[in-house]
């Protein structure tokens, strides 16, 4: 280090500006720091990395396309040439990479990109190609005032750099190749909207009409799909694979002439389906008005469509063809999310009907051809889905006779055909057909819930009975209508359900046309009243008892047991003669009551735990029954002697096995006297030893019919039968073989 100022030179020397450090040497600044170096040369400027241009996609392009570059020390471009054509857009993403449009007038050949470490050249052309002549196939909203943001829609669009509406010049944005937004601007005429590309020229076939701004504003108030029945808005679940209507309920701010279309969208996984439904009214309604179909937009869904996970998105005037001062609230739901449906997969309903003969002869007019008359209403108003599994069942003969309004044989009737249900394994939900000889009295019988009813065959009101005994079947009391004796305490009193009525708006699903229910119009299924329909009170019920509830079990193994069977009357229970049967399980519904077989000695062989079950419909108020099968296991029928039934310690029933009387000299030593008969056979027996005999096929063990009062007729074309003498609490059996 020398003495001297004290300065270190070289400290100073680095620190100094080139300007102050030509002052100091008396010379004039440079521009630069090349040469005036004086005794003291210029510092070499900070290294620049030279940048690498590897490659770039795509390999051609239109203009206005966007090409991305890929190399090396791209920080700090300052140009992008194609083929020496500036570009006059582009953007650096990163050290590595550079995106750049292609500018108008460019020319095929390498990109250049230069920085301040000098300028890369590509190794290979990028081709210009020609731009496409552009397209413009539609726009939406066709119509709208000054403002209104218009979609364009076409090809071609890319590198666009004007659009006119009736050749005033607008804003826009451009989307993609094929989609752009335009703003109408000021001053514009009505016309023909203009697109113009590096490729040329693109008119709309169509003018776009400037309105004054719109006052009128449509939008969706509620929305939903009907099986029946339906609230507003929309509460009642829909069941997969039933026929539906949707209904869109549109509404304006101001009396009008619009007839706007709705465009319904339904999806479920990845399926969708859109409904295009078209006004039917001279204008938009300005309220609600439910019962009135013209009032909505409304059509036919498919029961395939109704599936869980089904979503549905609506919008009013999808093609924007009427002007509105609001298009924000033209979808439903608003927000544009579409709307999650509770769609349940309710088990199929299987349903047979079975031709009964009762004992005056008269044989319940239902055949294969005429099974479906008796469900027309039934499938209307139930929830059970379109493919109803419906079949003329096994014909059987009853021991009820039908000549008058009889509360007894009608409860003999059901309590006979359930029997036929439990011993065939409950194979699906039987209802019994039978013919009356009276035109106005008891109609129907059916259990609260079992699935088992009986009901008359007349044509006008068939179709009626059933639908509301399957009701019953379904878990449902009675609608308050008709002199009902026992109505359900819970169905709704007031507004529109007043007086059984059903409350909101009915709808058949399965019509070919708008076929609305007025609420006040229509009674529930389930009272006396007509015209009969649902509500959603009785049909929600329903729902959650088929979700609940199999109705129909899968058959066990059959197996020996005996048919317990009766019903009560007052304090009283009435034990039916018990039935050996070879049959699948049919447990009974545990309850206070304790039934007990016992044998001579006075042992408890046999005991089961039960509770009677509501029947419906029965005059003269409640009718409570019972039928259950109770395994033999190990134990012999011969070895029973008598039954009982208790309530909580208390006898309620006793029965025991009559007392064996001498034969009489000539009589024959079967019980039963069977004659062969046109149509089946004829019986003829000591009642009093025997009050019940039960006929059933010997080879299939099908149980075919049963009699009492010691002479009858048991209809069957089978040949072999099994004869059972029963005598309350055994049974004997005897063969019949008829002549083939
Ligand atoms: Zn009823």
Redesign the pocket.
């Known amino acids: 280090m020398r003495p001297g100022n004290g300065r270190p030179l070289q400290g100073w020397r680095w620190a100094a500006p080139a300007a102050l450090l030509a002052l100091f040497l008396g010379l004039a600044p440079l521009a630069c720091g090349g040469g005036g170096g004086g005794s003291a040369p210029a510092p070499a400027p900070p290294a620049v990395v030279a940048p690498t241009l590897t490659g770039f996609t795509p390999a051609s392009g239109v203009v206005g396309a966007t090409v991305t570059l890929t190399g090396t020390a791209f920080t700090g471009t300052t140009r992008v040439t194609f083929g020496s054509v500036p570009a006059t857009a582009y953007s650096v993403k990163s050290d590595t990479q550079v995106q750049a449009t292609v500018p108008a007038g460019a020319l095929t050949g390498p990109l250049a990109l230069t920085t301040a470490g000098g300028t890369a050249t590509s190794a290979t052309a990028f081709t210009v190609s020609p731009s496409p002549l552009p397209t413009l196939t539609a726009f939406s909203p066709l119509v709208g005032p000054v403002g209104t943001a218009v979609t364009l829609t076409g090809t071609g669009f890319t590198g666009a750099t004007a659009v006119t509406f009736g050749g005033v010049s607008a804003t826009f944005t451009e989307g993609s190749d094929t989609q752009m937004t335009a703003t109408v601007p000021a001053g514009a005429p009505s016309g023909p909207v203009a697109v113009t590309t590096p490729g040329g020229l693109a008119t709309s076939a169509a003018s776009f009409t400037v309105t004054a701004t719109a006052t009128l504003d449509l939008s969706i108030d509620g929305l939903y799909l009907t099986q029946g029945t339906q609230t507003y808005p929309a509460s009642v679940s829909l069941v997969a694979e039933r026929s539906a209507w949707v209904r869109v309920f549109v509404k304006a701010n101001q009396t009008n002439t619009a007839q706007p279309a709705v465009r319904v969208v339904f999806q479920a996984g990845t399926t969708i389906h859109t409904l295009d439904i078209p006004a039917t009214a001279a204008s938009v309604p300005t309220a609600i008005n439910e019962p009135d179909a013209a009032a909505s937009w409304n059509a036919a869904v498919p029961a395939a469509w109704i599936q869980p996970g089904l979503t549905v998105l609506a919008t009013v005037d999808p093609a924007g063809a009427i002007p509105e001062s609001d298009r924000t609230n033209d979808r439903y739901p608003l927000d544009g999310t579409p709307q999650a449906l509770t769609v349940e997969a309710l088990r199929p309903w299987k349903i047979r009907l079975l031709p009964v003969t009762t004992a005056d002869g008269s044989t319940g007019a239902v055949d294969a051809s005429t099974v479906a008359t008796f469900l027309t209403l039934a499938r209307r108003v139930h929830p059970v889905p379109d493919a109803i599994d419906a079949a003329l069942g096994p014909a059987m003969t009853s021991s009820a006779s039908m000549l008058s309004s009889d509360s007894t044989a009608w409860s003999t009737l059901l309590d006979e055909v359930t029997a036929k249900w439990n011993v065939d394994g409950q194979p699906a939900h039987y209802f019994g057909v039978v013919g009356t000889r009276y035109d106005s009295g008891i109609a129907g019988l059916?259990w609260v819930k079992k699935a088992v009813a009986v009901g008359w065959d007349k044509p006008a009101t068939r179709a009626e009975v059933l639908a509301?005994?399957v009701g019953?079947n379904f878990g449902r009391l009675?609608a308050p209508c008709g002199g009902?004796t026992d109505p359900d305490p819970n169905y709704p009193a007031t507004g529109d359900y007043a007086g059984g009525h059903i409350g909101v708006t009915g709808w058949d699903a399965t019509a070919a046309y708008p076929a609305p229910k007025a609420a006040a119009a229509y009674t529930d299924v389930?009272g006396y009243c007509d015209p009969d329909w649902v509500s959603d009170y009785t049909y929600k019920g329903v729902i959650l008892y088929r979700k609940v509830y199999p109705l129909v079990t899968d058959a066990g193994a059959a197996a020996e047991g005996l048919l317990v069977w009766g019903h009560l009357e007052g304090d009283r229970v009435v034990l039916q003669p018990v039935i050996p049967v070879t049959a699948p399980p049919a447990p009974p519904t545990p309850g206070p009551f304790h039934w007990e077989a016992r044998d001579a000695a006075g042992r408890v062989r046999l005991s089961a735990e039960f509770q009677a079950l509501d029947v419906?419909?029965a005059p003269g108020g409640k009718l409570r029954a019972f039928s259950f099968i109770v395994p033999l296991g190990t134990v012999p029928t011969a070895d029973l002697a008598s039954l009982r039934v208790t309530e909580d310690g208390v006898e309620r029933a006793r029965v025991a096995r009559p007392p064996l009387r001498p034969l009489r000299v000539g009589q024959p030593e079967a019980p039963v006297q069977v004659a062969e008969e046109g149509t089946g056979v004829g019986l003829l027996w000591d009642a009093d030893r025997y009050p019940l005999l039960v006929v059933r096929d010997a080879t299939t063990g099908e149980l075919l019919g049963f009699q009492r009062g010691g002479a009858g007729r048991v209809r069957t074309d089978r040949r072999d039968l099994e004869i059972l003498a029963c005598d309350g609490v055994q049974a004997t059996v005897q063969r019949f073989r008829r002549r083939p």
């Open positions: 059916g509301h005994e019953h009675h009902v389930m419906a419909d």
